[in-house]
């Protein structure tokens, strides 16, 4: 059982929307796989009025972060390994196909704030926590995406990103796991500056399936795990 949530807390003056905040929390790992999502204590925990929560519930389950079971609720997405087997497919095939357009579409200013994200995620590998990693990492992929040029593209692939993360434990713990992210960010930069099409689409699948790897490995039983 998850340790309890509280309420995200902006310094905008303007309200954070629950669905927002629970999504939040959802893709920081503040939920455990299979959890269940009780409407009372949401609307206690969020402050959030009844209709907000179920139509917040409701939006969620279309996007696969939660699951509805009739008669029953709602709880956290708890995806089976074939599950994430077939996740991690579709989204080599849209991210490898992505990187190819954002070669050829990226302006000279685009590449150049891309090179911030990637020296920032490198700072914030050594001094950050890892909830400022998680929120650069993301950051920092929706930007790679959006310099394909296609919004629709762009946001089935971050909607896909976020499906896979909710019941995902461990990913961010290992130094080496995060070091080599950092190294194939770095290696995104370089094949996308020199343009090559070939290079930065070979670089795209081998950061989709170490992570995949990786992911792997920390949902699996303890005796199961590589060493």
Not at 89 to 98: F, Q, S
Not at 180 to 187: F, L, T
Request: one cysteine or more; charged letters at 30%.
């Amino acid at each position: 059982m998850a340790s309890p949530v509280r309420p995200v807390v902006s310094s905008d003056p303007k309200p954070v929307r629950f669905v927002d905040a629970l999504t939040a929390d959802l893709l920081a790992d503040r939920y455990s796989a299979g959890e269940w999502l009780k409407q009372a204590d949401l609307e206690s925990q969020y402050k959030a009025n009844r209709f907000e929560v179920r139509i917040g519930l409701a939006e969620l389950a279309v996007r696969g972060l939660i699951e509805h079971l009739p008669n029953r609720g709602y709880r956290v997405a708890d995806y089976s390994h074939e599950d994430r087997e077939q996740l991690y497919e579709v989204r080599t095939l849209l991210e490898v196909a992505a990187s190819r357009l954002v070669v050829q579409r990226a302006t000279t200013a685009q590449i150049a704030r891309f090179r911030e994200l990637v020296e920032t995620f490198e700072q914030c590998s050594e001094v950050g926590g890892q909830d400022r990693l998680r929120e650069i990492n993301f950051a920092l992929h929706d930007f790679f995406y959006g310099m394909a040029g296609n919004p629709l593209l762009a946001a089935q692939i971050n909607e896909l990103r976020q499906r896979g993360i909710p019941g995902r434990r461990g990913v961010w713990d290992a130094i080496k796991a995060v070091k080599a992210s950092n190294d194939d960010h770095r290696e995104m930069l370089e094949m996308l500056e020199r343009r090559d099409v070939d290079g930065l689409a070979a670089v795209v699948y081998r950061h989709l399936n170490r992570w995949r790897k990786q992911t792997k490995s920390s949902n699996a039983p303890a005796s199961e795990r590589a060493t």
